[in-house]
């Protein structure tokens, strides 16, 4: 075989690569934490199939099962009534619910694990966090029917299209100011267990004090979670903080006002 051929031959099997090559789907849960109320009778809980390519995988579909610790199966929340998923939601999340029981117990915070067992797609593969720990808070009687309660505060999301000053008057009506969210673990629930991932505003905004960002409540301004290649304040008029950009949890800054849905906070 002469060197032109060899040179052939290799150009014919790059653009096999590229024309057969299809890179994996990974597949992950949307948060290592999902907090639920036993009140509330359900926790929500996100699959994030990431793509690499705009390119349909085929149908997909996970193995998921539930792992009792503190909290047992039958008597603190019911057992899946499909282990098997199908991911329907393309690119991004799919959500499937597990029934918690309130059996009228005091019995404080209690916790179990679900597990992405497995994967049915030849072009999918499992990513991390393929185990998620759910924490079911014993607080019925803490925080107002509708309002979900984690650690020393208590959430509401309001399901309205409104701007984000309209937001403040609608939170400080219900006696709460916009949600802020100063930790991984607070960020987390806000966006996967009030909002389902659904674009709202919360607390914060660079409205006073020029070019920094402040939470309304004045709480100090550290843990960040922006989306890659934000804040990048578009036409120099996005002043104002939207959770839940792109996927659950991610900052954008945005105009004032766009309109949303909203989370109000209020203390304990």
């Excluded at 067992?117 to 072009?123: A, E, L």
């Excluded at 399901?159 to 000053?165: A, D, H, T, V």
Aim: overall charge negative.
């Amino acid at each position: 075989m002469n060197l032109q051929q060899v040179t052939i031959l290799t150009y014919f099997a790059f653009l096999f690569n590229c024309v057969f090559h299809v890179e994996s789907v990974k597949v992950y849960f949307s948060s290592h934490t999902y907090y639920t109320q036993e009140g509330y009778g359900r926790v929500v809980i996100g699959v994030t199939a990431e793509r690499p390519t705009s390119r349909y995988p085929g149908e997909i579909s996970v193995v998921i099962s539930l792992i009792p610790e503190s909290a047992e199966e039958g008597r603190d929340y019911f057992p899946l009534l499909e282990e098997s998923i199908e991911l329907v939601q393309w690119p991004n999340i799919t959500y499937f619910t597990v029934g918690i029981i309130d059996d009228m117990e005091m019995e404080g915070q209690e916790s179990f694990s679900v597990h992405l067992r497995d994967v049915i797609s030849p072009n999918a593969v499992i990513g991390q966090p393929n185990l998620a720990e759910i924490i079911i808070e014993d607080n019925d009687e803490v925080c107002p029917n509708g309002w979900y309660f984690y650690k020393n505060s208590c959430y509401l999301f309001m399901n309205q299209s409104i701007s984000y000053l309209e937001a403040v008057a609608a939170c400080k009506e219900e006696e709460a100011c916009l949600a802020t969210s100063t930790s991984e673990g607070e960020n987390e629930f806000i966006a996967n267990t009030v909002t389902k991932g659904q674009k709202s505003w919360i607390g914060g905004s660079r409205l006073c004090h020029g070019n920094e960002w402040q939470w309304t409540n004045g709480e100090t301004w550290e843990y960040t979670n922006w989306r890659k290649g934000e804040p990048n304040n578009e036409m120099k008029q996005e002043h104002c903080l939207e959770l839940n950009y792109v996927r659950p949890g991610l900052w954008n800054d945005m105009f004032c006002h766009r309109r949303n849905s909203a989370v109000c906070e209020c203390y304990l």
